[in-house]
Structure formats: C-alpha cells, structure tokens
C-alpha cells in the first residue's frame, strides 16, 4: 500500500515495487533497483522476474497530466520471503487472493498502472487467477 504523503494515488494499494526508469537506466534495471528499495528483495531473487509487456498509461493526476510507459513482470517471491517497507513511499505489504484483488480493483483501491499490469499478468498467467 502506498503512503498516504504519495502525491499520487496516496493510500493506493500498487505492485510490490514500482517506480520511475532512471536516466541511463534499463527498465530492468529500475526493477531490481525498485525492488530492493521497496520491498528489500535481493537482487538475486528479482532477477527472476519474467517480463510480460509494456502499455503506455495517459491519464489526469493530481497536479497534472501523467503519460507512463509501464513494463511488466511476473516474479514468484522465493519461500519464506517477506517484503519490508524499506523507504518512506511504502506504508504496508499484505497478500490477496485473485479474488480479492479483482475486488479492489472494482472499488478503485488500486493504482491504474498496478492494475492494468495485475490484469495482464493474470491474462498471461491463467493459474494466478486462482
């Protein structure tokens, strides 16, 4: 769950890492930055993610207008790994059902982008809507 001091989408539930490609960064890059300061996964464990695809996201944010290439991936998290809120832009982890996630995103309680990637990954991964 994102913080609540977030500029956008404050409170938001979003994917376990996610955030910005760096300047002479690759996307995977970003993500194994992005993991690891989100959530304390090991780069070793995040280089496992699959990359499923890319959409680009144009829509209004408070303040202005966001457009976003967002890259997806599907990562199963090694046994017994629990993620830490390692930095100030996470407030909470927790685990949802295909269910209940479909839930949130009905009520709108979950990013755009984490939900466009959580859709797609579950399109492209027909257990994980289990």
Same mark, same amino acid.
Request: proline share 2%; hydrophobic share 45%.
């Given at each position: 769950q994102?913080?609540?001091?977030?500029r956008v989408g404050p409170g938001l539930w979003d994917g376990l890492a996610a955030g910005m490609v760096g300047a002479g960064e690759t996307p995977a890059e970003a %993500?194994?930055?992005? =993991?690891?300061?989100?959530a304390l996964l090991p780069a070793a464990d995040?280089?496992?993610?699959?990359?499923l695809g890319s959409f680009l996201i144009s829509r209004a944010v408070s303040g202005g207008?966001?457009?976003?290439?967002?890259?997806?991936?599907? %990562?199963?998290?090694? =046994?017994?790994?629990e993620p830490c809120a390692a930095d100030h832009e996470v407030e909470r982890f927790a685990r949802f059902s295909a269910r209940e996630v479909l839930d949130l995103?009905?009520?709108?309680?979950?990013m755009h982008e984490?939900?466009?990637?959580? %859709?797609f990954s579950m399109a492209a991964t027909p257990s994980a809507a289990d």
């Open positions: 994102r913080s609540r001091t977030k %993500l194994l930055r992005e =993991a690891h300061e989100e995040a280089k496992n993610a699959r990359y207008w966001m457009l976003e290439a967002s890259y997806t991936h599907d %990562l199963v998290l090694p =046994a017994g790994f995103i009905a009520a709108h309680k979950v984490a939900a466009s990637s959580l %859709l």
